[in-house]
């Protein structure tokens, strides 16, 4: 009965250990088949350092976008982590319109410095790639010592 158990701990840790491998193939897939949206928006900053912060704080922020596209646009998806909830420009923006994805920043599930990703995915498409567009974009912080 133990041997079985074993075999069963095994065979767990091997099923984690590759799905936890496709999991991160798929999100290097996704950003990998993305297309660059500098040919249809251009973000007034793609980095904002948030600063010194006291772990636990909520840092409020947003970055601010410009369509220079020819026809309106719209944001699908924005991906961020678990200590960062995003809200954005809902439905079309008209070409030569601003749009905004703000941003809350939870530092208390933080446990030290580092650069967050917020990733921008668009509806709209290359036309020759028919690869969505997308922005990556990101903020920093340090903790007050």
């Not at 928006?41 to 970055?63: C, F, P, Q």
């Not at 939870?106 to 917020?118: A, G, M, N, P």
């Not at 690869?131 to 903020?139: E, Q, V």
Request: charged share 25%; hydrophobic share 40%; with cysteine.
């Amino acid at each position: 009965m133990t041997l079985y158990l074993r075999l069963n701990d095994v065979q767990d840790y091997i099923i984690m250990k590759y799905t936890f491998l496709l999991l991160l193939m798929g999100v290097a897939f996704s950003k990998a088949s993305a297309q660059d949206a500098s040919k249809i928006v251009i973000w007034d900053s793609k980095s904002i350092e948030l600063g010194a912060i006291k772990k636990g704080e909520k840092i409020a922020n947003s970055y601010s976008f410009t369509n220079i596209s020819d026809h309106p646009i719209e944001i699908d998806i924005v991906s961020t982590c678990e200590c960062t909830e995003a809200k954005w420009t809902q439905g079309q923006i008209a070409p030569g319109a601003n749009g905004i994805v703000e941003f809350i920043f939870d530092s208390s599930q933080k446990d030290h410095e580092e650069t967050i990703d917020v990733d921008v995915y668009f509806l709209d498409a290359d036309p020759k790639t028919e690869r969505p567009y997308s922005s990556f974009l990101s903020y920093t912080f340090q903790f007050k010592k």
